[in-house]
């Protein structure tokens, strides 16, 4: 069969010779409602760096045109980790079993006062290494030196969207080095890298910087990458200090008008907050959407995003890893498995969050929440050719009784065999194609120490959540 066109408006489809031709996969594709149906022995045929055409059978690859044998494997649209810090790889494992306090203010915070532009980029590199190999294809990056983040991105071949990072105690000039950024690396990467405003957090930002960063997000159309009630705690000092959630203080400064993406989100007061974001999401215009990354919450024994609460008030949730140094992985495949079963764990309930919701979340969802729904996350003509191939022929993967569920439940990061971004294989059968891991891992292991090194006291900031 020849599966439907993915819902929302579709790019052009480019004519001509094919460029790339995946052949005999079974194929995730959306129906027109955006529920998920699988093609088998499915061809998927690349031009331009765009999807022309995903059917069943179909023609063999034209004399020039690159192919990818697909037997034995799942395509579906690449991964989107809605929410990281790529540079903090260089952290992993630094800060183990401490409550978010003392994690920023003892260690990730005095730690982060060293970092150097080199720091950064061989960060970067590490992690779009990782996150090629898991199967993410775009990531939403929100970090300082992001010049270093950008060059990672535009060398390894990924997708990004990427904001540099400011704090209020920066004075105007943060503000100001965020929105130079935007504007200069927006569209870099031959179209791949878009950008966003950065405000770290309302209890970094305040409300008179995060009304700036409103007013300039609505005058250049960019979307605006925040964190904002991270947990319980930080929404109740909030209350207690200003009278407003931190939703509701993104809500007076404007930055809800705007197109807004809020990382975590598990210290939602739902009788406050759910109004707000409901009001945002039904808004003409503009656009309200969260990222989750389940693993981090589970470490610092936080509460989870009310996923299902979200869903039903019309907010996409995205799914993200935030960054190694809390999370210690970039597995956004991770997330998917983790954020089915915690749902169910949270809501009591059996029959929520199902295989294909966990799916939708992880593609759909995930495009949308990044605001790219009309470019990636689906595999149909028009759309991007961000595609991974999954191996399912392993023991651990057999036998399929249901597709949706043994992905999600069985399938792990590393069956991911094969990464294609924009048309270009990344990696092919598990091998990178655009990093030298251990001259990166080589480089970076020889700054460490120096990176480490919190003799000196200081830090870049005060967390008081």
Not at 132 to 140: D, N, Q, S
Not at 248 to 260: C, M
Not at 348 to 355: F, I, Q
Not at 437 to 459: M, Q
Request: charged share 20%; glycine share 10%; net charge negative.
């Amino acid at each position: 069969m020849t599966p439907p066109p993915s819902p929302g408006p579709a790019g052009l489809i480019p004519h001509g010779p094919a460029d790339l031709v995946v052949t005999g996969c079974t194929a995730l594709t959306h129906d027109p409602r955006g529920e998920i149906v699988f093609v088998d022995d499915a061809t998927i045929v690349v031009r331009d760096g765009v999807i022309a055409s995903v059917t069943a059978g179909g023609p063999q690859p034209p004399p020039g045109a690159g192919h990818v044998d697909g037997r034995g494997t799942v395509a579906l649209p690449g991964l989107v980790n809605c929410h990281t810090h790529t540079p903090m790889v260089a952290l992993r494992g630094l800060a183990e079993d401490l409550p978010a306090h003392a994690w920023f203010n003892d260690w990730i915070w005095p730690v982060e006062s060293n970092l150097t532009e080199r720091v950064v980029g061989l960060g970067a590199r590490l992690a779009c290494a990782e996150m090629i190999r898991a199967g993410v294809t775009t990531f939403a990056d929100h970090y300082f030196a992001m010049d270093e983040v950008a060059a990672a991105t535009e060398e390894s071949g990924l997708r990004a969207v990427l904001g540099h990072a400011y704090f209020s105690t920066q004075g105007p000039e943060g503000r100001a080095a965020s929105l130079d950024f935007a504007l200069r690396q927006r569209g870099a990467a031959d179209g791949r890298i878009t950008t966003c405003l950065a405000p770290h957090a309302p209890y970094t930002v305040d409300e008179a910087d995060l009304a700036a960063t409103a007013e300039l997000a609505g005058e250049h159309g960019l979307l605006v990458h925040i964190h904002a009630a991270e947990n319980r705690e930080q929404t109740g000092n909030s209350l207690a200090r200003h009278g407003r959630t931190p939703i509701e203080i993104l809500e007076r400064a404007g930055l809800l008008a705007t197109d807004v993406l809020l990382a975590h989100v598990t210290g939602l007061d739902t009788d406050r907050d759910l109004p707000v974001l409901r009001r945002a999401a039904e808004r003409p215009g503009g656009r309200v959407a969260v990222a989750s990354a389940p693993r981090g919450y589970l470490k610092f024994g936080w509460d989870t995003t009310p996923v299902r609460a979200l869903r039903e008030a019309g907010v996409p949730v995205g799914l993200a890893t935030d960054g190694a140094a809390s999370n210690n992985t970039l597995d956004v495949w991770e997330s998917m498995t983790l954020t089915a079963l915690v749902q169910k764990s949270v809501e009591r309930d059996p029959t929520w969050l199902t295989a294909r919701q966990a799916l939708d979340h992880a593609t759909l969802q995930s495009a949308r929440a990044v605001g790219l729904g009309d470019e990636i996350g689906s595999l149909a003509a028009g759309r991007r050719a961000d595609i991974v191939l999954v191996d399912m022929t392993g023991p651990h993967t057999q036998p399929v009784h249901d597709l949706a569920a043994t992905l999600v439940h069985s399938a792990r990061s590393g069956d991911v065999r094969t990464t294609i971004v924009a048309g270009r294989v990344l990696m092919r059968d598990r091998e990178l194609l655009t990093l030298d891991v251990p001259d990166i891992v080589g480089e970076l292991s020889g700054l460490l120490p120096e990176l480490v090194d919190r003799s000196h006291g200081k830090r870049i900031q005060e967390y008081e959540g």
